[in-house]
């Protein structure tokens, strides 16, 4: 005799080609459709496997301000008709409590009761916020074919289904020691193409991840200005940007994103490392990956006027005469772009320079903007001049700027001034300013 394996196995019937997609449950908001399809059974066949009914996510317009939700209108339904055979009326609200999401229950106004009006309407949110729908009573989640109930899945491309073949993964880390004559500016860290998906970039230091537009436009910590912690809008999608108390910097966007991007850091201090990755399309991100792709101009951030102007017009020229004591030998009057007053933190050597990290106090003049966290740079390593920590000086110095402008920083030269401060040099200073305002027009 046959054995269990062997034993013939019945028929099951079979299914029929769906029908059209009803009309959609809601008439703004979220929805659903359904469509059907018959099993057609010989005699002896087992009943069809699967469902007869399916249903599937329809999204329209958005409902008018003030619209109560799917399941207070349904509770609303029931106020003032009497329940239980009683005569007692009540108002109704949805109780979100119970155990069954999807049976209507329903809090009476005023009272400490919730009843039971049996199942939900199909398509009604299963919790408020829920992407979860009630369908005969079972909460269903949405597919990425929009059908409920199924468990199909969009592969890290994007697409529906997909094995991640129409898209590459990118994760590397970006390393720059800080050259020996320093850096102070913004640098590009990566290229972001469109259509760029599940972001991340990560940083523990004191410098500053930022984002920028292929137009050079600053959506995330530009023009020297550190941008709150928080949610943001760009290149149609949002970005999460968080920071911590230690530094440690994180952007992320699901994506896609709808225009080229650029990941940009600004450059402080020796950075260990950034890392990043995102799924890009396959062929534009071959193709930066690759190297093909032109190089991004490093942007000067900082506005940089004339170095050496024949006038400062809106500065006192008794103020710029102070800088006639300074390291070198020459007595004529010297113009300084930036004078304020700073706090030495810390001192560091880089190759032939030292480094001063200064909190400025108070600015006298500065022809372009200063942050109250600043470096200053000495371009030698033999204490000239000698600047002690947690000590206040009066600094005189120039913005240098090099010729790719790839550099931009405080610059403290031979003919520099910083001497120790005190409440006389502040007296000084502003003297100098009243005496020399400019007169009336002759």
């Avoid at 009326?89 to 049996?118: E, K, M, R, T």
């Avoid at 009630?134 to 468990?151: K, T």
């Avoid at 024949?310 to 500065?315: G, I, L, S």
Wanted: aromatic content about 10%.
């Amino acid at each position: 005799p046959l054995g269990p394996q062997h034993r013939h196995q019945p028929a099951h019937g079979t299914w029929t080609h769906w029908g059209s997609w009803s009309a959609c449950s809601s008439t703004c908001g979220d929805g659903v459709s359904f469509r059907i399809r018959r099993c057609i059974r010989l005699p002896g066949e087992e009943p069809c496997r699967a469902e007869a009914r399916q249903y599937r996510v329809c999204e329209q317009k958005a409902c008018p301000a003030g619209t109560a939700p799917f399941r207070a209108m349904q509770c609303a339904l029931y106020n003032s008709r009497p329940i239980l055979g009683g005569q007692a009326q009540y108002q109704w609200v949805p109780f979100h409590g119970a155990a069954n999401l999807c049976d209507l229950n329903c809090l009476a106004i005023g009272h400490n009761f919730y009843y039971s009006f049996g199942r939900v309407l199909d398509g009604t949110p299963c919790s408020p916020a829920s992407p979860e729908l009630c369908i005969s009573g079972r909460c269903l989640r949405a597919g990425c074919d929009g059908i409920l109930g199924s468990e199909a899945l969009a592969d890290a491309c994007g697409v529906c289904g997909g094995r991640n073949e129409s898209c590459v993964f990118v994760q590397e880390a970006f390393r720059a020691a800080i050259p020996a004559s320093g850096f102070f500016g913004y640098r590009n860290v990566t290229h972001i193409p469109v259509g760029a998906r599940q972001i991340k970039a990560m940083d523990n230091s004191r410098n500053y991840l930022a984002l920028m537009e292929a137009n050079q436009h600053y959506v995330l910590n530009g023009k020297w200005a550190v941008d709150q912690p928080g949610a943001f809008e760009a290149a149609g999608t949002q970005w999460h940007y968080s920071r911590t108390a230690n530094g440690h910097e994180t952007l992320e966007a699901a994506g896609p994103t709808s225009k080229d991007l650029f990941i940009m850091v600004l450059f402080q201090e020796e950075n260990l490392s950034i890392d990043y990755q995102y799924w890009g399309p396959r062929k534009q991100t071959l193709h930066l990956v690759q190297g093909e792709a032109h190089a991004l101009r490093q942007p000067q951030a900082r506005e940089v006027g004339d170095q050496h102007p024949e006038e400062p017009a809106d500065f006192p020229e008794a103020t710029a005469a102070v800088g006639r004591r300074h390291f070198g030998s020459s007595q004529r009057p010297i113009f300084f772009p930036a004078v304020f007053r700073a706090r030495i933190l810390s001192k560091r050597y880089v190759g032939s320079e030292t480094r001063y990290d200064v909190q400025v106090q108070q600015t006298y003049r500065n022809r372009f903007p200063l942050r109250s966290r600043e470096y200053v740079w000495v371009p030698n390593t033999c204490d000239c001049p000698y600047l002690l920590e947690r000590r206040e000086y009066l600094f005189m110095a120039r913005n240098h700027v090099n010729f790719e402008q790839t550099l931009n920083r405080l610059l403290l030269q031979r003919d520099g001034y910083a001497r120790p401060w005190s409440p006389r040099e502040d007296l000084l200073l502003r003297d100098a300013a009243q005496r020399c305002q400019p007169g009336p027009p002759a």
